[in-house]
């Protein structure tokens, strides 16, 4: 007899394809609007697997509700969506899609640095706006990139991609990590450095760790205060590890230069926020990893993943749970 599986999102027929053949497959159909909570909870009663996007909570309730679930497939690097220990506690095991999305984002995450210290969206609103009338010394001006210092707050598979994009800036780079990395210190020519210092040095301070309740809110309005007036501020990873009132305040106040944000504590964010209506911040609607081929490898990983799992066999990338 067929297991069943549910797709809380519309994914590329290739995929489908590949589920179909294996096991019967219900899906949301929607590819722009998440699955309904009640409907959530209804079709998990008696799934043997679900492939889900980071969109979507995945709770205690909604595990409690799940009779025969024995995978949770999260299309996405981070899984701070779904409750862990809830799944680990009735033995459903949960994957993610690391790797495969390391260099597209660190390609977005550099792009937004480069896009938020020249004002390029600036730029060109003013362009199409008609502003443009002259050209003079000081109009738009910017932060230099090259041979400016770069902060890396978490230095894992993308922060170390993005140390490659930055030599090629000749730009000096410092990073925290909660734990040391000297290897890759000597490898890659970098600086540790507490956050503090990384703060208080740093032209550029990128954030690139994964969300958990211990990072809530880890840039706040003391840690902004010890950033440049000249600094730009990227998130590329997961908006609460940003106090957003705090940024705003700082930003507002001139306290640091600008922000380039991919990532927001409510997503979608509401189009009234206060940061959207900053002429210094650049906003993103969480596209670090919005490539076809990247997100096509994502969708394929996260599917194996789950075929992997009722089939009997051990998951490529399985979440490892902290007891």
Known sequence: MKKTVYITRKLPDEIINKLSSSFHVRMWEEENVPVPRDVLLKEIEDVDGLLCLLTEKIDEDVINKAKHLKVISNVAVGYNNIDIQAASRK?????????????????????????????????SDYLRSGDWRTWSLMQLTGQDIYGATLGIIGLGRIGEALVKRAKGFDMTVLYYNRTRK???????????????????QSDFVCLLLPYSPEVHYLIGKEELSLMKRSAILINTARGGIVDEEALYQALASGKIWAAGLDVFEQEPVPVD?????????????HIGSASVKTRMRMAHLASENLINVLSGREPITPVIVNK
């Not at 000297?182 to 208080?200: N, P, S, T, V």
């Not at 926020?273 to 609607?285: A, D, I, K, Q, Y």
């Open 273 to 285: 926020h206060p940061l959207l209506s900053l002429p210094n911040v650049v906003t993103l609607p």
């Open 91 to 123: 033995g459903i095991i949960v994957t993610n899609t690391p790797g495969v999305l390391t260099e597209t984002t660190a390609d977005l995450t550099f792009t937004l640095l480069m896009a938020t210290a020249r004002r390029v969206v600036e730029a």
């Open 182 to 200: 000297k290897e890759k210190e000597l490898e890659l020519g970098i600086h540790y450095r507490e956050l503090k210092d990384l703060l208080q």
